[in-house]
């Protein structure tokens, strides 16, 4: 079971950083894993499509009129990211143009859906992946702050990096692909 400061300490122990028991302790790394780890959480959470954060919601018509656009959407709360925006029969993969404006979406589609990233805040809710990523994320800025060393910053960030490929590979194999047969009229063409 996840914890913050079961992933702070991950991330202290990168870099030979020590242990906390607390964020609220008066030790520097207590005062910088509190610093950092919300943004750092954040990022991570925008930079991937997790799983455990992807959420499918109808919008909210806002009356507003925006030039450009047919349609302005209130955003859902605690919304990280927008990933694709689409119509209530149009499941396909790819999204329709949309553009953020403050809190809102704007969009050509009427009665839209949004799949977007939400702010999860639970670590229980993480996933392993998404653990080892925030780790390595944390440990990044951690290692500025309390080693002032670039090098292992960099070093870091390009493990955070490995460990969003190895999650895209790993969510890639978990959905569902429709089987495509082959047509023996079709290979003799």
Same mark, same amino acid.
């Given at each position: ?47 991937? @499509? ?11 018509? /806002?009356?507003?009129?925006? @030039? ?48 977007? /990233?939400?702010?999860?805040?639970? @670590? ?38 490995? /460990? ?26």
């Amino acid at each position: 079971m996840n914890s913050v400061i079961q992933i702070c300490n991950i991330a202290l122990s990168h870099f030979g950083g020590g242990e906390i028991n607390s964020l609220d302790e008066a030790s520097e790394a207590a005062r910088s894993c509190n610093l950092f780890y919300e943004n750092s959480r954040d990022e991570v959470l925008r930079d991937f @499509p997790w799983p455990f954060a992807r959420r499918i919601q109808v919008l909210a018509l /806002t009356g507003e009129s925006v @030039p450009g656009w047919d349609y302005c959407y209130q955003l859902p709360a605690k919304c990280l990211r927008a990933r694709r925006v689409f119509a209530s029969n149009d499941m396909l993969e790819y999204s329709n143009p949309f553009d953020i404006y403050e809190d809102k979406l704007l969009c050509n589609v009427a009665s839209a859906y949004l799949e977007y /990233t939400v702010q999860v805040v639970d @670590p229980v809710l993480f996933d392993a992946k998404f653990s080892q990523a925030l780790s390595f994320k944390l440990a990044s800025e951690l290692v500025i702050k309390l080693l002032g060393n670039a090098t292992r910053k960099q070093e870091f960030y390009t493990q955070y990096q490995q /460990t969003l490929g190895e999650a895209k590979t790993a969510a890639m194999r978990e959905r569902y692909q429709e089987r495509q047969y082959k047509s023996s009229w079709v290979d003799g063409r």
